[in-house]
């Protein structure tokens, strides 16, 4: 189910952005900043932080705009801050069945990595980002509900360069048109990162965006 629209009057975002409702603050909504963190009030994990952008949006219409890249280098910055040697996973929800209560768009910065890449490894379904004049097929044989689909970039292997350029807008706009071809009732869009001073694992493999729906899925931590 689609969450229902909220107007920026009703948004609880909002009100935190205006100071009307309290948070923990990482990045405040000061005079020229367009994106700010606070601290998730859910304790599922050490580390739990939102970051959002002070404009009223929805999901689709971040992931699918320029804004994302604000966004998206703020959450690799807050996340390589607080999450230390655990390292973190950026998660963002679409619809009720992927666990979205708030319309106003946000990304979760949670420490810990998904683990996502290792068990999807014997069926995961790829595909590459590539440039916008290019075409590509987008059918799949989806034969398994929740399924899991990675956007993988054809320039780079390094997950903090990808969610740092252009390339993660069109990874996230390639995932959106997916989704609404094969998952149009909810979805979860998905990253890890492994500690910065370290080697990426073996089963973390290269850089990307997973998409993950199809169905009902578990809590996001």
Same mark, same amino acid.
């Not at 609880?12 to 952005?17: E, H, L, P």
């Not at 994302?68 to 950026?90: D, I, S, W």
């Not at 679409?94 to 209560?101: K, N």
């Given at each position: ?8 009057? @009703? ?26 963190? #606070? ?16 404009? @009223?949006?929805?999901? %689709?219409?971040?992931?699918?705009? &320029? %804004? ?25 929800? #679409? ?7 708030? *319309?106003?768009? @946000? ?44 956007? %993988? ?22 995932? +959106? ?14 990253? &890890?990162?492994?500690?910065?001073? &370290? ?6 493999? &290269?850089?990307?965006? *997973? +998409? ?10």
């Amino acid at each position: 189910m689609t969450l229902q629209a909220t107007e920026p009057a @009703h948004c609880v975002f909002c009100s935190i952005v205006a100071g009307d409702t309290e948070a923990n603050w990482e990045v405040r909504p000061n005079r020229g900043v367009s994106v700010v963190c #606070f601290h998730n009030r859910l304790k599922w994990a050490p580390v739990m932080l939102l970051v959002i952008p002070t404009e @009223h949006m929805s999901q %689709a219409d971040l992931w699918s705009s &320029s %804004a994302l890249l604000n966004v998206t280098a703020l959450a690799v910055e807050m996340g390589t801050k607080h999450c230390g040697p655990e390292g973190f996973r950026v998660v963002s929800n #679409f619809g009720r069945v992927a666990h979205q209560s708030q *319309f106003h768009a @946000h990304l979760h910065v949670i420490s810990g990595t998904s683990s996502l890449e290792e068990e999807a490894s014997q069926k995961l379904q790829e595909i590459k980002t590539i440039d916008p004049e290019s075409t590509y097929d987008m059918t799949f044989d989806i034969g398994e509900k929740p399924f899991l689909i990675k956007i %993988a970039s054809v320039n780079t292997s390094d997950q903090r360069e990808l969610w740092g350029s252009a390339q993660i807008l069109n990874a996230a706009r390639t995932a +959106l048109e997916l989704s609404n071809k094969y998952s149009p009732d909810g979805f979860r869009l998905i990253s &890890s990162f492994d500690p910065e001073e &370290s080697t990426p694992s073996a089963e973390s493999g &290269s850089a990307g965006l *997973f +998409l993950l729906g199809g169905g009902q899925l578990d809590l996001y931590v």
